[in-house]
């Protein structure tokens, strides 16, 4: 995960007119305020404009070895991605993914959530949407590497589906941490 950046068509799902942040749910009529309710996180297409908030959670979650601020913008930007966002109720960024998607082959680039919005679902719910997203453009298998040492990641993987293929020895700098490749074939996501 967290690959090169190339080029190809623009996302479809940045074009999106429906790409907007959820809002707060109103009080219900019991008078609570809407915040002890819980309302829903939305998933909306990722655009340079998240650049900033998407960038403050990959720097803190990846470390030294997150990517740079300018890599990020050319994830964002470039072309064959498809980038979504995890929001709360005020729009507030809590997590995002990506996918680049070339005719048949799919590589899930990144994903992550900012520590608060984990363990409940939100990381299989993003994962999904994008392979969902993946399935519209065509894509037939999906590949991504992740951390020998990311028991959680790896779990949520092979709940989807995805098989462990191989390894990248010392894949990860400046720690030497192995990479474990990923694949999932469409048709045995589960
Ligand atoms: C990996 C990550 C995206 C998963 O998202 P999440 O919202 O925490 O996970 P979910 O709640 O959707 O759980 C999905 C699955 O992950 C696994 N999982 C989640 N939390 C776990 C935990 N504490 N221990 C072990 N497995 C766990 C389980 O397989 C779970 O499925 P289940 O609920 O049916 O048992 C998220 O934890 C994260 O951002 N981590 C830091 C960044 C990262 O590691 N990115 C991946 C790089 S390859």
Same mark, same amino acid.
């Not at 655009?47 to 740079?68: P, Q």
């Not at 048949?104 to 994903?111: N, R």
């Given at each position: 995960?967290?690959?090169?950046?190339?080029?190809?068509e623009?996302?479809?799902?940045?074009?999106?007119p429906?790409a907007?942040?959820s809002?707060?749910?109103?009080p219900d009529?019991?008078g609570?305020?809407?915040?002890?309710?819980?309302?829903?996180?939305?998933?909306?297409?990722a655009t340079?404009?998240?650049?900033d908030?998407?960038w403050?959670?990959e720097?803190?979650?990846?470390?030294?070895?997150?990517?740079s601020r300018?890599?990020m913008?050319?994830e964002?930007?470039?072309?064959h991605?498809?980038y +979504?966002a995890?929001?709360d109720?005020e729009? *507030?960024?809590?997590g995002?993914?990506?996918? =680049?998607a070339?005719g /048949?082959? %799919?590589?899930?680039q990144t994903?992550?959530?900012?520590?608060?919005?984990r363990?409940?679902g939100?990381?299989?719910?993003l994962?999904?949407?994008?392979?969902?997203?993946g399935?519209?453009?065509?894509?037939?298998?999906?590949f +991504?590497?992740v951390r020998?040492?990311?028991? *959680?990641?790896?779990s949520?993987?092979?709940? =989807?589906?995805f098989? /462990?293929i %191989?390894v990248r020895?010392?894949y990860?700098?400046?720690?030497?941490?192995?990479?474990?490749?990923?694949?999932l074939?469409?048709?045995?996501r589960?």
């Amino acid at each position: 995960m967290n690959g090169d950046a190339s080029g190809g068509e623009a996302s479809e799902l940045r074009d999106d007119p429906s790409a907007t942040a959820s809002r707060p749910l109103p009080p219900d009529p019991a008078g609570r305020a809407a915040s002890e309710a819980s309302p829903p996180l939305a998933l909306r297409p990722a655009t340079e404009a998240d650049l900033d908030a998407i960038w403050a959670i990959e720097s803190s979650v990846f470390g030294a070895e997150a990517w740079s601020r300018d890599m990020m913008r050319e994830e964002l930007t470039a072309d064959h991605r498809c980038y +979504l966002a995890l929001t709360d109720a005020e729009g *507030v960024i809590l997590g995002y993914g990506g996918l =680049l998607a070339v005719g /048949e082959e %799919g590589d899930i680039q990144t994903i992550a959530l900012a520590p608060g919005a984990r363990g409940a679902g939100q990381g299989r719910r993003l994962m999904n949407a994008l392979l969902d997203a993946g399935g519209e453009r065509g894509v037939r298998e999906v590949f +991504l590497e992740v951390r020998a040492d990311n028991p *959680v990641a790896r779990s949520l993987y092979a709940s =989807l589906g995805f098989e /462990e293929i %191989g390894v990248r020895p010392r894949y990860y700098q400046p720690e030497g941490v192995d990479a474990i490749v990923n694949k999932l074939q469409m048709e045995n996501r589960r």
